[in-house]
């Protein structure tokens, strides 16, 4: 009897998605407005020792020694002292980063262990658009293809529904129509059932097609026969679809279940108060921004845990737990910091491209997307994203939510943009002053605005003219008529 005993190696490849949990603390303090913001920041400062609020000059405590002492002054993140009164963090810096970059055994637990902990980091998606972010984080696009999406995501409405049509969208990126209309499809198999649909039609499709079950029926009813369907008109459904009448039940109940506005579902946590985040203010002609005062607590390193590290006289777990929180601490404040900079940032160019809403009386907002300021500041679209979500500024006009200010625009013949309102307002002046014995049609429009320099596509002529509610021409001759 002999006895083969052999060694192997097997390499595995695997592909992961890790996020360190700094970058995850980052996300969560870009993205949520001041109100959570400062309750996050309350939830802290129970928690952290190591951290406190700053109190403006001439309120600050004595120079008692049994309270701060003379280091108590404010710890500012740009002095250039910084590495050197905290040089003591520096090895558990590099320990941590060591331990991450050590090699580990990839076993089933570890990577649950792993994956779990990445999924309880994440931020709740509390809106339509952070549910967008998240299904693209986690999707199999191509670089370019997330960063389409993500330009696409921002075109939603409430109701999950596109307010761009795919040859508007195409012109806006740069992209061939072929490549838009793959985009969508994508877009849609990755987020939640029915959001991207362009009508109701669609929208409900799209939900029946993720139903692990036959839904052909469902699907020509919706796509056919849906005003019937309406009216409940159910006889003469089974004789169009030449059914029975309990499949045209099994029908009717899956199209029962169907959501035609699925944006509304991230919508239904009202907000109880407001606070914004920045301000814009028209001082002596000149359009500033700021930071609210009141939307953040100014906070510091408390220099006395800071003494007692250096003073090393606390035991070993004692001097553990100082490091942890200090360095939590410091994370907490750059991350605060590096937010509130990014918000400035986007604030700024905000004012830069829309001074004339703030400046005149009947002032419209111009073009502006998410992926141009980003190119402009220096960021990855997605941080523009997050800095704009759920987001108000207080202006001269009221409290406005930061998105409001990006606009789809329509490229003119001369290199200016319009905006969808623009051309809203000129195509009712258009059908206002038209002759009322020959309408315009949704073609003529499109042709009268393709001579004016601007291309905006029958389909989009129609939806805008739909959304005026005005009838289409051969309505409006009708109502002539009688």
Not at 231 to 260: G, T
Request: hydrophobic residues 40%.
């Amino acid at each position: 009897m002999s006895a083969n005993l052999g060694l192997f190696t097997q390499s595995n490849l695997s592909q992961q998605l890790n996020l360190a949990p700094q970058l995850l603390n980052w996300l969560k303090l870009l993205q949520v407005p001041a109100v959570e913001l400062n309750q996050m920041i309350q939830s802290e400062l129970m928690a952290n020792p190591a951290l406190e609020v700053s109190e403006p000059e001439g309120l600050e405590t004595g120079d008692s020694e049994e309270s701060y002492g003379d280091d108590s002054s404010e710890l500012s993140l740009g002095d250039d002292s910084y590495d050197e009164r905290l040089n003591v963090l520096a090895d558990i810096d590099e320990e941590w980063r060591t331990a991450d970059a050590a090699p580990k055994l990839a076993s089933t637990d570890h990577l649950q262990d792993q994956n779990s902990f990445m999924m309880d980091s994440l931020v709740r998606a509390t809106s339509l658009h952070e549910e967008v972010e998240n299904s693209i984080l986690y999707s199999d696009l191509s670089t370019e293809d997330a960063a389409l999406a993500r330009e696409l995501g921002g075109y939603l409405n409430d109701r999950g529904y596109l307010d761009i049509s795919l040859a508007e969208f195409a012109e806006t990126c740069g992209i061939h129509g072929d490549k838009a209309w793959s985009l969508l499809l994508k877009f849609q198999s990755i987020v939640p059932a029915g959001i991207g649909a362009r009508d109701m039609k669609e929208c409900l499709i799209l939900q029946l097609a993720a139903m692990r079950v036959d839904t052909c029926l469902a699907e020509q009813i919706v796509n056919e026969h849906l005003s019937e369907f309406a009216e409940k008109e159910h006889a003469e459904l089974c004789e169009l679809l030449n059914v029975e009448e309990e499949e045209l039940c099994i029908a009717a109940d899956q199209i029962r279940m169907l959501d035609p506005d699925p944006g509304f579902i991230y919508q239904n946590v009202p907000t109880e108060f407001i606070q914004p985040d920045l301000e814009i203010r028209v001082e002596e002609g000149e359009v500033k921004v700021e930071l609210c005062e009141e939307s953040m607590q100014p906070l510091r390193i408390s220099s006395y845990c800071q003494r007692l590290l250096k003073a090393g006289q606390a035991g070993k777990a004692d001097l553990n737990y100082i490091r942890k929180k200090l360095r939590e601490a410091t994370f907490i404040i750059q991350g605060i910091t590096q937010r509130q900079e990014t918000m400035l940032k986007v604030g700024r160019e905000i004012i830069r491209v829309q001074k004339d809403f703030f400046m005149k009386t009947d002032g419209q907002l111009k073009p502006l997307t998410m992926n141009k300021v980003a190119a402009i500041i220096g960021v990855h679209e997605t941080t523009v994203s997050r800095a704009v979500a759920n987001k108000f500024v207080r202006t001269p006009k009221g409290l406005i939510e930061m998105r409001a200010f990006f606009k789809v625009g329509y490229r003119c013949a001369d290199g200016s943009s319009v905006t969808p309102e623009k051309i809203k307002e000129q195509l009712s002046e258009l059908i206002n002053n038209e002759e009322p014995t020959k309408p315009l049609t949704d073609s003529g429009l499109s042709a009268i605005f393709k001579n004016q320099g601007v291309t905006v596509a029958r389909r989009t002529v129609a939806k805008y003219r739909e959304e005026l509610g005005i009838p289409s021409s051969k309505a409006r001759v009708l109502k002539l008529a009688s």
